[in-house]
């Protein structure tokens, strides 16, 4: 039977690190810091996370600090490479080496694919990985079971559409393998041009039932998750293939009546214009609420990993 | 009668949303903060503001997160709109909805006027203005106003100028019209292409009694108050033009021998060549003392906003 | 006798401000601060530092806030020019006397020499120099005697190398200086282009035993203490240059053998190539070590710049 100190001094990398059991205990553990985000907390009082940002992220780095922040530590960090030792050509080994000293756990983005994996190695206190490369980032999957639980009380039996880009954007592999562990219909709704990627495909298909398409609509009445992705322009060689397709991937209001009534849309965020500003108001919208999910489950990590639970 | 808890959620836009009675309010509650600075206090503990700054300001955000941990509070944020979503084309509403999910109160500089409003519509936590476009600097005001009461001892019946650029600089808008409350002879002194704002001195005209002027020299030796700006050489579409006028609106020591000896010297900062190094020493400089009355006023607003003075 | 009180408001600028007995008194203070780290502290609860940084520095700036975040304390600040009031041509004379209004004291890395020294004209704070021009950097050179302390137990009677290049490094200044305090051998092991600034020497030798040499090898089976310092190419004229002596100022493990057992390897860090990686592993790798001390000695100066230590 897992308990809390199982997870003290662990490595947050990649959510395929993760069993089922361990990811159920989380959200149990993430479910009991909503009411501190009103209260406040004293949990990590003279603790310090530090952030070591090697790519730009407002929402990621800002949700850590306030995770933080709520359970009465401190923070220390960068927010881009060009302030940090690295533009003086550090290794990302040294750089870690340097922090550990300063810190009682790290997160880290970056850029390069394994980043977060390396730091890991080197750093003696834990490192949670908020993004690199195109491969994980197992806090957003986590945080987005949470809100799938608070929205539907399960997670197990329900009808899930991933759409849009899920080649390129880490949070669907993520979120993937995160599914992978119950009992759910994957839908992977994308452009040939950004299926989902080959290796994560083949993971997830042993463990549970996934179907690939290129159109939403015959799906949607049977939807209990939409979780949309933005497409980018950048990833298409040929200009013209992207305005063909972009139109199929974006949701608004009037597709959403097709929909179940429960159904609930799903972002990862930023939104650009793949989710057209007049859903914002419908009951189904759920990209921002997602937000204060992020926060528990953040919260969560932080407490267990630094051993703050019993 | 007003009471603390009337500003309890409030926003902070512009000071035109603001009475004489609530002015008055706030510029009391920060005369109480002033020992807080030294003693420290725990009035907003466990509270997080959220920096949102895409336009970088120094003073501005450093007085503000300064004014939080006096209180005991935390501070999120960015001080650059690179290292933010918005540099993925995230709307301006949109990163709002995801900040007040992780702060108690918002503070935003932004380079677009209306910006601060729109901000403060679609969060539910309180926003307070820091600068957005040429419009409106509504904390300035506030802590210009605090500064000539300290110096003063009233507001009320004092002769005071307002020198520079009138045109483009949002601190003199928003002092005009915090001013335009009380019972004040307002003289506007500026070069022809940097009069005042047709708009504001409308607005204000009907309520104090406002002259526009060229020149200081004949006015200095009835003045309580000088408000220094400062007269940026792109204004001018031909540098000639701007040639011909800085002389006229530079303060040095010298000049000030004209004037009374309990004028007082104010300027919003930075201070570049408008007012002379010669002047720092003497009794009447009052620019740098004004930076402390920033920590008072915001002290209070923020103590204010989020119910901590009952 | 020295009292730590004597230390209250004193500004930190030069190494060569501080007698041997005030350096041995501030190593002694470090010292009390090891335990600290791990167990926090509320020595500094209320007070607000201030960070200036107008050039980068990942592993400085983020000792300072650790340090001041493990003693309770908060922090305000900016990383890097681009986003203060400099930007918009305000004096660093100015902007020291807005700062000293938001904080209790100030470190400020600056790139031009004598700026940490004006910035503590101007402030009524205390104000410690991180590095400013190619001049001093006396934090460092505190770090680098409590590390040999801990290694060996004492300074005096050491011998000690330091390697590479010793005219633009501002580390290398700093701890010469702080290293004529003591008893020690010093050997300046550089290229004849980066042999140790004039100035430096000529103030050192009368006081310590200084031999200038351009070959590591014949030094090395004597030596204590190997502080390493990184050989920029552009340093160079001719990159010609640069590739005939750079291998001569390379450590590696082979090298090491050489060496005696228990000599340490020290180095300011960010280190490029010249400590290769196979050192790291072994006992003489104290640079990593280093940081940690940069905790102690900057935690006991905040604590007795700042009178929280009777």
């Not at 080496?97 to 834990?126: C, K, M, S, T, W």
């Not at 994560?200 to 398409?213: A, F, P, Y």
Request: hydrophobic residues 40%.
């Amino acid at each position: 039977m897992l308990k809390a100190n199982d997870f003290e001094g662990r490595d947050v990398i990649s959510i395929k690190d993760f069993t089922r059991e361990e990811i159920d205990f989380i959200l149990k553990t993430a479910s009991r810091m909503a009411p501190l985000v009103e209260k406040g907390s004293d949990l990590l009082r003279g603790k310090i996370l530090a952030t070591l940002f090697f790519e730009p992220s407002t929402r990621t780095r800002l949700s850590f600090e306030a995770s933080m922040h709520r359970l009465g530590g401190s923070v220390i960090g960068f927010s881009q490479p060009g302030v940090s030792s690295v533009a003086k050509g550090e290794s990302l080994a040294d750089t870690v080496r340097v922090v550990e000293n300063y810190a009682d756990v790290i997160v880290i983005r970056h850029p390069l694919e394994g980043a977060a994996r390396l730091a890991a190695e080197f750093a003696q206190v834990p490192v949670i990985n908020a993004g690199s490369g195109s491969e994980e980032h197992p806090t957003q999957a986590l945080l987005d079971l949470h809100t799938i639980l608070e929205a539907k009380g399960r997670i197990d039996g329900l009808k899930i559409a991933l759409l849009g880009d899920l080649r390129y954007g880490r949070t669907v592999h993520s979120l993937a393998y995160a599914l992978s562990n119950y009992d759910v219909e994957l839908f992977l709704v994308s452009p040939p041009q950004l299926r989902m990627k080959r290796e994560v495909l083949k993971d997830i298909k042993g463990k549970i039932q996934v179907v690939e398409m290129d159109d939403l609509t015959p799906l949607l009445q049977d939807l209990d998750v939409l979780y949309v992705t933005r497409i980018q322009k950048e990833r298409f060689p040929d200009p013209l293939e992207y305005e063909k397709v972009k139109g199929s991937y974006r949701i608004d209001k009037k597709l959403l009546e097709s929909g179940r009534e429960d159904l609930i849309v799903m972002h990862p965020l930023p939104r650009i214009t793949e989710i057209a500003p007049d859903v914002d108001e419908t009951p189904q919208a759920w990209y921002f609420k997602e937000v204060r999910h992020g926060l528990y489950v953040r919260m969560a990590l932080l407490a267990l990993i630094l051993g703050a639970i019993k």
